[in-house]
Structures are given as C-alpha cells and as structure tokens.
C-alpha cells in the first residue's frame, strides 16, 4: 500500500484523536464537543479558515494551495448512534446509550489527518474544502449544510466522501459509477378503531386484525407491483397497540423503510402504502391514517469523478485493491445531496471483515486510518496539482 510517509508518521496520533472521539461520541446535531475537538485540531494544524456553526455543530475549514486552482470539498460526518456497546474496548463509550457503531470516528480522523498534512505541506494549487458534517444518521445534515449554502459561499466545484466498510478486506476501496446507495423513506400507517373488553368483541371494532391484514399486503407491494429487476425493499420494522391481554385497543401502529433506486418505483410505493392501508381498514371497517416520509435520496456517483477517485485509489492501495463495479447497496447516506449539488463520488474504505455497522460490536479499524487520509491528500494533490 503507497500509503503517505508523512501521513504514516501520524498513525499513533491518529489512534488517539480516533480513540477520544470514541470514548465521547454525541448525537444528530448535538456534536459540541466533537466539533470543538476537531477545530482545536485544525487550530493546531494551521489552516487558513475555520467555520464553525453550520447546521448547528458543522464545521468547514479551508486551505490553500500554492497560487489559484480549483476547490474540492471532502466530507466526514461526525456523529454517533443512540445505542449501548458491547465491545469491551479500552476505549468504548463511557456515554450509556451512545456510540460510534457506523465509524464516523474514524471518518473524522482521517479527514483530520489529511487536513495536519494538506496544511503542512500544501503541494497543490487551490482550496481544500474540508466538511465536518453533523446529523447524518438522523436528521440529514448533509441536506443542510447543502441548504445553508456550503457549495457556493465556499466556491466548492468537487466533493469526495469515505465509509468504512466492514464487509471488505482491509485496505480495499470500492466504488461505482451511478447509484451507489438507495433513497430511504419511511412510514408511519395507524389503524384507528373501538376498543372494549377482549371477551366481547362484537362490541369493538378492533384494529388489530386489520394492522395485521396491512402489514402481510405491504409486501405485495415488491412481489406484485414492482418490476422484478428493480432493486426495491419494503420492511415492516415496527408493530405496536394494546396494554393487556383482555383489552382491545383503540388504535394499532406500523412503521417501516422503503429503499429503492428507480424515481418511479419511489412514487409507486408511496401511493400502494396509502391506498393498502385505506382499502384494508375499508374492508375491516376501521379506519387509518397514513404518514409517508421521504427521506435521504439515492447516492449517485458522478462518472468522471468516480474514474478520478478510481484512479487514486489504484495508487494508494493498488490495483487489486480497487474495486470499480461495487454492487449497489440498501443503505443510504446523506451524502447524496451533496452529490445532487455538485459533482462527486462516494466510496467504501474496507476495514476488514467483523461485526457490521448499527451492531453494539462494532469497531473502526484504526489500522485503515491512514490509507484514507492519504486517499484525501493524494486526491487534493493530483486534481489541484502544481
């Protein structure tokens, strides 16, 4: 691996800064602290500007290059997810009920080792964009510091994102041109009837049957209405209603995601959750209310961008290492606005094969942290050369 000498020589303080970050981790936009960490580090670095406060908790910072040349954005997300580790690590959460369990950590790190470096050698004409991004598990920051206007008060004309990736070999970077993650939505269907007594139920309208009648249409919904070569998921991933064994309860609750890639097949789901849910209550004699939630859009890569990033990653980590043709995942990623505004490429930096992210046993890999900082700085160098 061509890892940078000088961004190894950081490898030790890397772990540290990786270790604090996890050991306090926060939540959505509420990343003080870890923000108020990441711009004492830059302080110390030495870049140009630092600002502090978009969408709340993110953070931008700049540096410049030797004379005029382009600007590109690389973006780390920082926060964490509200769940108890179970890692047993020297390091774990010392917060109950939070922790780095998607290696935002690590992509905060590495994005900071590549800013100590970028700052100390500046071997590159332009501007470093560096974005410090809050909320991505939860509420879209990356939406909006896209909406409080990142792309154009920092002139950013490219933008570049790493995830680690627990499904690959450690030190793999794999991407693809095109969708490479899904949109997510969301819904919320509640089925509104009589409750009473268990033992008299002809004097109820009880919604449980009927919620229940819901759920087992909604997954005709992919076997049946959605074309079988597009990629489509439909979950129920929650079911709630009733306090006790003899009452029948006033309303019953459902709730679930939907992925999907094809902007058609995104508009027919929407309009099957609310016309399945109506029809059952009508036959059940209920009623319901439907709140369909759309959320994160698909991440879709940008060509060129891609075969740029591609070409970086065959000089940092080899050509065995760099995969181009990278499946298409479920998951989804905020990054994606980011990449409706300006051109880009996301890619997955493989951390060796373990427990997977969102898992109370998850951990980033400290030993990968230096081959994406040195993607970073190798991209910053080669696209702003001098």
Not at 32 to 57: C, N, P, S, W, Y
Request: aromatic residues 6%; negative net charge; proline residues 5%.
């Amino acid at each position: 691996m061509a890892i940078i000498n000088r961004i190894g020589d950081y490898a030790d303080d890397m772990k540290t800064w990786r270790r604090h970050l996890h050991m306090h981790p926060e939540l959505s936009l509420d990343c003080h602290e870890t923000a108020a960490f990441v711009v004492e580090r830059l302080k110390e670095f030495g870049v140009d500007e630092i600002h502090e406060g978009i969408a709340q908790t993110g953070v931008v910072a700049l540096i410049r290059g030797q004379g005029d040349g382009p600007v590109t954005g690389l973006r780390a997300d920082m926060d964490a997810l509200p769940m108890d580790e179970t890692t047993g690590a020297e390091w774990a959460s010392t917060i109950p009920g939070k922790m780095h369990a998607c290696g935002h950590d690590g992509h905060t790190t590495m994005l900071l080792g590549a800013a100590r470096y970028l700052a100390e050698t500046r071997r590159f004409k332009g501007t470093a964009a560096l974005i410090f991004q809050p909320a991505e598990e939860t509420l879209g920051g990356g939406r909006m510091m896209v909406e409080e206007g990142i792309m154009d008060r920092f002139g950013i004309e490219e933008v570049y994102a790493l995830h680690t990736d627990p499904f690959g070999e450690a030190g793999t970077l794999r991407t693809t041109p095109g969708p490479i993650m899904a949109a997510v939505d969301d819904f919320h269907i509640t089925v509104h009837g009589v409750g009473g007594h268990g033992a008299y139920p002809s004097a109820c309208k009880d919604p449980m049957p009927c919620a229940l009648a819901i759920g087992q249409a909604l997954q005709t919904i992919v076997s049946r209405n959605a074309n079988p070569l597009l990629p489509l998921v439909v979950s129920v991933t929650m079911i709630s209603g009733g306090s006790a064994t003899n009452i029948i309860p006033e309303t019953v609750k459902l709730s679930g995601t939907v992925r999907s890639f094809d902007p058609d097949l995104r508009d027919m789901v929407e309009r099957r959750v609310s016309e399945i849910a109506h029809g059952q209550a009508a036959s059940y004699g209920v009623e319901c209310s439907v709140d369909y939630v759309r959320n994160y859009p698909s991440t879709v890569n940008h060509e060129a961008q891609t075969a740029f990033a591609a070409q970086i990653a065959n000089e940092v980590v080899g050509a065995s290492k760099t995969v181009t043709d990278l499946p298409p995942e479920m998951g989804a990623e905020d990054f994606s606005y980011m990449l409706n505004a300006r051109p880009g490429a996301f890619l997955f930096l493989g951390q060796g094969i373990g427990p997977s992210c969102h898992h109370p046993a998850f951990d980033f890999n400290d030993e990968v942290a230096t081959i994406g900082a040195s993607f970073f700085a190798r991209l910053i160098e080669t696209r702003h050369g001098v």
